[in-house]
């Protein structure tokens, strides 16, 4: 009889496990079906997916109903009961999701029923991981995989930096013309519905490294600030007005010091149309050319794949910095604004240039101390 009920067990838990994987694919499918539906401006589509979030609800309903039916018929503890606890928690997130999904499709019916504002760019990008994001938290929970929940819990600032640079470039087309706002208001929107569902499977993720380990990692706070100081970027961005000299310089630089497979950028909110000849010099005289080097928009930087933004303005016009990633301030002022002789000007740069490679190797420090020039 023991065996029996053992079986009986088992066989309750893998049915809830197979009930959120559905539920799971089911919302996954939503968000997809929500970025075929903007890009290819498929009204139809977007109003099917819209129908289909009554199947969400419903397995909400019914994934509920089989967790406490376990609770009080099984009285599951220690890890059991965590992996109930658990359940209970993710279908709540699922079901919010879907109904982001759905807010998602309905600002894409409206979307359509007026002229095309910009090609959809990083918005698609951001739904790709929001998807990856929600599929590999429901991996991590039916595997019981902690480290791959963690992963996912990382991946939420690539969400941010996204949807912070979404906002700033649609808040560019509202003040060029106003007639813009009503399409930018609502592109806006959907960017923030996928934050949203970003933040949803953050949620899960941070639910299963508690059911594998009980370890409760939700609003670790500074904690983890400190100990993000202390890794080695994924990807380092450098931003000036004009991307003509001090971030130029500094994305040689880091490329110099920094080890390989970290991706290293620059970018400017006015990008000029060349870079500063003087900057050329000086950093040539450091063994560096950037002479075949262009300044680039913010817009056009992939700011999926940075996790850290150093701002290098002194003047009030610098960039803004997408919310979300890991932020550093270096006011230096600007070489090219000098007035004097040649040489008065070079010596400017190339003040410049050492004391960005100083601060450079100040920050290869503190991640690696010891860490010396190269």
């Known amino acids: 009889m023991g065996l029996l009920t053992d079986r009986e067990y088992n066989s309750e ?3 809830l496990h197979d009930q959120l994987l559905l539920m799971g694919a089911k919302v996954e499918e939503m968000i997809s079906a929500s970025m075929e539906a903007l890009v290819k401006r498929n009204s139809e589509l977007a109003r099917r997916t819209i129908v289909s979030d009554r199947d969400v609800n419903r ?8 967790c406490l039916r376990i609770l009080a018929r099984r009285q599951p503890v220690a890890s059991d009961l965590r992996l109930i606890a658990t359940g209970l928690k993710i279908v709540t997130d699922l079901e919010r999701m879907g109904d982001s999904a759905v807010n998602i499709c309905e600002r894409v019916v409206e979307l359509n029923t007026e002229p095309v504002l910009k090609p959809y760019v990083d918005i698609p990008r951001m739904a790709e991981i929001v998807q990856t994001m929600v599929r590999d938290a429901l991996d991590a929970f039916v595997n019981k995989e902690s480290q791959r929940a963690a992963e996912v ?3 939420d600032r690539l969400v941010d930096a996204y949807y912070g640079q979404v906002f700033r470039e649609l808040l560019t087309y509202m003040m060029e013309d106003p007639r813009n706002i009503y399409r930018a208001v609502r592109a806006q929107s959907v960017a923030k519905y996928l934050e949203r569902i970003g933040d949803h499977a953050t949620n899960v993720a941070e639910m299963v490294i508690f059911m594998v380990g009980g370890k409760d990692v939700r609003h670790v706070g500074s904690m ?4 993000e100081s202390k890794r080695m970027p994924r990807g380092i961005l ?6 003509a ?3 130029q310089m500094a994305e040689a630089l880091a490329r110099k010091l920094f080890p390989p497979g970290v991706n290293i950028a620059s970018a400017g909110s006015e990008p000029a149309k060349a870079v500063n000849p003087y900057a050329v010099r000086v950093m040539q005289e450091a063994g560096i050319d950037i002479a075949g080097q262009r300044p680039k928009a ?3 930087v992939a700011i999926g794949d940075m996790d850290t933004m150093i701002t290098l303005c002194a003047e009030e016009s610098c960039p803004l910095v997408p919310g979300g990633l890991t932020q550093h301030h270096w006011p230096l002022e600007d070489p090219a604004g000098v007035q004097g002789s040649e040489e008065e000007v070079l010596a400017a740069f190339r003040k410049t240039r050492d004391e960005i490679r100083q601060r450079l190797e100040e920050l290869l420090r503190t991640i690696h101390p010891g860490t010396g020039a190269r």
């Open 13 to 15: 838990l893998d049915k």
């Open 59 to 66: 397995m909400e309903v019914e994934i509920d109903d089989l």
């Open 153 to 155: 819990v990382e991946r």
């Open 224 to 227: 983890a600030d400190a100990e």
């Open 238 to 243: 450098f931003l000036c007005r004009q991307n």
């Open 245 to 247: 000299a001090r971030s």
């Open 298 to 300: 913010v817009a056009d």
